[in-house]
């Protein structure tokens, strides 16, 4: 049997202090791409879990995990395939200048964002761990874009 050991990488990993310092406001230093479906990220569909608002995270791109896999199999489309999806979402992952910010509705499937990335080309994107279930919660105070 094979052995795996998982070692924390902390600089791949971002808080909602990291998000609101780096990737909101007039100047961004980081992009952030949102892997939930383009309903729930617009807003136009209601979140699965109690208490969580519809919406996104302002400025946040949207680049739904499943249009990076082949639908028949579930396995990562061909890195020029995934490249093009992020391109259509306003993200160039060639361009190794703008940090790139993984995110989702609970920190999962933001991971098959950052591994796709990888697959084109692009290693090491952050995920911010929190992500919609910690941003969007009712009460909690972090600016919402999108229906409400």
Same mark, same amino acid.
Not at 108 to 112: G, I, K, L, P
Not at 132 to 148: L, R, T
């Given at each position: 049997?094979? +052995?795996? !050991?998982?070692?924390?990488?902390?600089?791949?990993? &971002? &808080?909602?202090?990291?998000? !609101? @310092?780096?990737?909101?406001?007039?100047?961004?230093? $980081?992009?952030?791409?949102?892997?939930?479906?383009?309903?729930? #990220?617009?807003? @136009?569909?209601? $979140?699965?879990?109690?208490?969580?608002? /519809?919406?996104?995270?302002?400025?946040?791109? *949207?680049?739904?995990?499943?249009?990076?896999? *082949?639908? @028949?199999? +579930? !396995?990562?489309?061909?890195?020029?395939?995934?490249?093009?999806?992020? +391109?259509?979402a306003g993200v160039d992952l060639s361009d190794m200048t703008t940090p790139v910010v993984a995110s989702c509705g609970t920190g999962? !499937?933001?991971?098959?964002l950052a591994l796709g990335a990888s697959v084109a080309g692009r290693p090491g994107l952050p995920v911010y761990d929190g992500s #919609?279930? $910690? #941003?969007?919660? $009712?009460? /909690?105070?972090?600016?919402?874009?999108?229906?409400?």
């Open positions: 049997a094979a +052995k795996f !050991t998982a070692v924390l990488q902390p600089q791949l990993v &971002r &808080r909602h202090q990291d998000v !609101t @310092e780096r990737c909101l406001g007039d100047s961004p230093r $980081e992009r952030l791409v949102d892997a939930r479906p383009a309903p729930r #990220w617009k807003g @136009e569909a209601p $979140e699965p879990r109690a208490g969580v608002r /519809s919406g996104r995270i302002p400025g946040s791109s *949207n680049v739904p995990f499943f249009d990076i896999l *082949n639908a @028949e199999d +579930k !396995t990562f489309k061909s890195p020029a395939d995934i490249a093009a999806a992020f +391109k259509a999962v !499937t933001a991971c098959v #919609w279930s $910690e #941003w969007g919660a $009712e009460g /909690s105070g972090f600016p919402i874009a999108g229906k409400d």
